[in-house]
């Protein structure tokens, strides 16, 4: 079957433009996770969410990012004003659930963002 | 909070020599514990993983033993491949499941 897909792959913008990066988690997949991966780093954790709502979006690093999930299936990762230091690949992942490490995490190809 | 430390790379290895890549952590309560990998050009994939203290986990001829006591969880292969190149990541998840939480990953290159 399908696995998570990411859209877009590659993603060039401008400084100070707004960027909007969209995940497709397996179906039936409650739990759907953002992560970033700067070069040479593993994923960084961003934010979390079990069905619609965010279980957990202590990694958001500000105000600037944000992530809906208005249905429970597809999500929409926003970043506000980038800055190059946002320049990095923008992990997705689903599992199951969420409430238990059993569950497996499907991790997507990623968008790699960058930010000039 | 919960943090993960593999081994730095790179590791460059002949063909049908034994790895070992260390992976320590730091966690409250009883996480469980993975290895990802990374292919060339592909996303990532979990390779193992172990849920309690003492569990190996094995696929592809890898293994990894939940070491509570060292806080360790060390990838091993007795006889590497050219196809084992790859960068590989250990995690932790919480007790609590959510996030997982990665170390920076270590390149191996395995050469015919």
């Known amino acids: 079957g399908a696995g998570v897909s990411q859209t877009p792959s590659n993603k060039v913008t401008e400084k100070g433009k707004y960027v909007e990066l969209r995940c497709d988690p397996i179906s039936g997949h409650t739990a759907l996770y953002w992560y970033r991966q700067s070069l040479g780093q593993g994923p960084e954790f961003l934010i979390y969410?079990?069905?619609?709502?965010?279980?957990?979006d202590s990694g958001l690093p500000n105000d600037r990012f944000f992530a809906v999930r208005p249905e429970g299936s597809v999500s929409t990762l926003k970043i506000q004003r980038t800055e190059r230091g946002d320049s990095a690949v923008y992990l997705c992942?689903?599992?199951?659930?969420?409430?238990?490490?059993?569950?497996?995490?499907?991790f997507g190809p990623g968008t790699r963002l960058t930010v000039l | 909070g919960n943090s993960v430390t593999q081994m730095e790379g790179p590791v460059t290895l002949s063909e049908e020599a034994f790895l070992t890549i260390n992976c320590t952590y730091t966690?409250?309560?009883?996480?469980?514990l993975f290895w990802y990998v990374q292919y060339p050009g592909e996303g990532l994939q979990l390779l193992l993983k172990a849920t309690k203290a003492d569990d190996k986990g094995s696929n592809k001829g890898f293994e990894a033993t939940y070491r509570k006591e060292t806080t360790s969880f060390h990838l091993e292969k007795g006889s590497v491949q050219v196809s084992d190149s790859a960068v590989y990541f250990c995690?932790?998840?919480?007790?609590?499941?959510?996030?997982?939480?990665f170390g920076d990953g270590t390149t191996l290159t395995v050469k015919p």
């Open positions: 966690a409250t309560g009883y996480p469980s």
């Open positions: 995690a932790l998840r919480g007790t609590n499941a959510g996030k997982s939480t």
């Open positions: 992942a689903s599992s199951l659930n969420g409430g238990s490490s059993y569950n497996e995490q499907f």
């Open positions: 969410f079990q069905g619609t709502g965010a279980a957990d």
